[in-house]
């Protein structure tokens, strides 16, 4: 088999830390005959030392335009913005363009022109029709972090808005900053949150329940719900019941709202709605009480009901940022088996998938 050439590309949207390849990954692909090329970043959790270490070629940021024809681009977020120059490399990120999203004709017309391809990560699946490797585990955990630590700051420090969020180094520094917090609101409030995941057997799911027993939250107030428990149909009340709801399920067709605006206008401990999966502008969306998303910057939006007990929403649409490190070792480490099977991609069902799925959202586009 030839030698695969990997060319990571510093991320271009902001505030973004996490890397699809990290230098322990590097280091096993090397050991398998890749060669590999990273650009440098500032941005990144990973210091440009820790990759030259393992034996990475250092480039300046943005030189993937002229990288080698063969080379694979890797990345995670899009590509630079307000650029409609053709692209004729193949391009292994998440493109998000196979959903009709905003602009998605545009992004595959450019790869379409320049004779290149989109891998789209998001797409690539095994046998059983999983996800190889997607950043759930994080996102629900993160989420968790976040949904306890501003149910804290409303026992602590009501009059305050929940202030901006910066990622955090480790899993280590995130966990005991929440728990001191929850051990000084639950003084105050002399009892511990329940908190409700819905989707709780999920990837993403068992992130939001690990999170909770990490902070102490003990575990008869872990209420874990899925398929099961929602057979009947929503709204329902069991949440109203919980003062952290955090929302963890994969939305593949219409369901009955688990809460509603009036919903909300009854009794209820409920105070914090962490939406992890945020399907915010999807007319299915099954939390109909808010309509924004919002940012590491202003991470809550409350929701006025007739009820004077406060109820904020999160809705972060990249989550596991709040732990660059730990969710791109995982996601890395995840895509590994894949990336390793590059060297028969005109043979490896992921890869021979991936492309025939481009080919198809290819074909629905006028040039």
């Known amino acids: 088999a030839e030698m695969v050439h990997l060319w990571l590309r510093a991320e271009t949207k902001p505030k973004e830390h996490r890397a699809a390849l990290t230098p322990s990954t590097c280091q096993t692909l090397f050991q398998h005959g890749f060669q590999i090329t990273v650009e440098k970043s500032k941005e990144r959790i990973f ?87 997607a950043f759930g585990y994080h996102a629900g955990f993160s989420g968790t972090a976040l949904g306890l630590d501003v149910w804290a700051q409303q026992r602590l420090d009501p009059k305050q808005k929940y202030p901006e969020v910066l990622p955090y180094p480790n899993e280590n520094g995130l966990i005991s900053h929440i ?99 945020c399907d915010t502008t999807n007319p299915n969306n099954p939390l109909p009480i808010y309509t924004v998303n919002t940012t590491f910057g202003n991470p809550t939006v409350s929701v006025e009901t007739k009820n004077p007990h406060p109820l904020e929403v999160i809705s972060i649409d990249h989550l596991p940022t709040l732990l660059p490190r730990e969710s791109s070792e995982q996601f890395s480490r995840d895509l590994l088996p894949s990336l390793l099977q590059l060297s028969e991609r005109d043979s490896a069902r992921v890869w021979v998938d991936a492309e025939k799925l481009f080919r198809e959202k290819a074909s629905l586009i006028d040039l």
Request: hydrophobic share 35%; proline share 6%; net charge negative.
């Open 47 to 133: 210091d440009d030392e820790e990759y030259e270490k393992v034996g990475c070629v250092m480039v300046p940021m943005g030189t993937w335009r002229t990288a080698p024809l063969e080379a694979y681009i890797v990345g995670l977020k899009e590509l630079p913005e307000n650029d409609d120059s053709p692209l004729s490399h193949s391009h292994i990120f998440f493109a998000h363009c196979y959903k009709n999203q905003d602009g998605w004709k545009e992004i595959i017309r450019r790869f379409v022109k320049g004779n290149g391809i989109i891998l789209d990560m998001e797409f690539l699946t095994d046998e059983k029709n999983r996800r190889v490797a």
């Open 179 to 277: 728990k001191s917090r929850l051990e000084s609101a639950i003084k105050l409030n002399q009892r511990s949150p329940r908190v409700m995941v819905m989707g709780a057997l999920g990837r993403c799911g068992r992130g939001a329940t690990d999170f909770a027993s990490k902070a102490g939250i003990p575990e008869e107030n872990i209420i874990k719900w899925d398929i099961e428990e929602t057979k009947r149909g929503g709204p329902f009340p069991e949440i109203l019941e919980s003062d952290v709801f955090v929302n963890c399920i994969y939305l593949n067709q219409k369901i009955p709202p688990f809460i509603t605006k009036e919903f909300l206008d009854k009794p209820r401990q409920l105070s914090v709605v962490v939406d992890v999966s």
